[in-house]
């Protein structure tokens, strides 16, 4: 890993990185307990990992997702997509706030489609800079 990468990773971890992957964590113990939305769960802790983690990664399209991937995604948004999005929103603005939080404040609103729209992506290494597609 890039020392770079290695140090946003740990200020992001620090600022808001362990606070946003508690939460993908909490909605996947919620999917996991309902039992018939266990797909979701996994889903929510592969985005928790990334959320936790990502600078050197990113995420791109499953070319095998489909139909049931965009259903997916629908219910994902109504039940839990939203209340993970709103969380990066305000976990952006304190981030904002500070000069040195500014990258971290953009990261996170980076992070809305993904925590929108977790199904049907996957994440992989990346020699670029965070999220680049």
């Known amino acids: 890993m890039n020392p770079f990468n290695l140090l946003l990773n740990i200020l992001w971890l620090i600022f808001c990185g362990i606070w946003m992957a508690i939460a993908y964590a909490v909605a996947a113990l919620v999917c996991f307990i309902l039992i018939v939305t266990i797909p979701f769960g996994i889903a929510s ?9 990502p600078f050197g990664r990113t ?8 139909a049931g991937s965009f259903v997916g995604n629908v219910i994902w948004v109504i039940f839990a997509g939203w209340w993970l999005a709103l969380g990066h929103l305000v ?12 990258p971290f404040g953009w990261a996170n609103l980076k992070l809305i489609p993904i925590s929108l729209m977790p199904l049907g992506r996957e994440v992989v290494e990346s020699d670029q800079g965070f999220a680049n597609r």
Do not use: K, N, Q, Y
Not at 59 to 66: C, H, K, L, M, Q
Not at 91 to 102: D, E, H, M, R
């Open 91 to 102: 976990t952006s603005i304190p981030l904002f706030l500070s000069i040195i939080g500014i």
């Open 59 to 66: 995420t791109v399209e499953r070319r095998d997702a489909g």
């Open 45 to 53: 802790l592969r985005i928790a990992g990334f959320v936790l983690w």
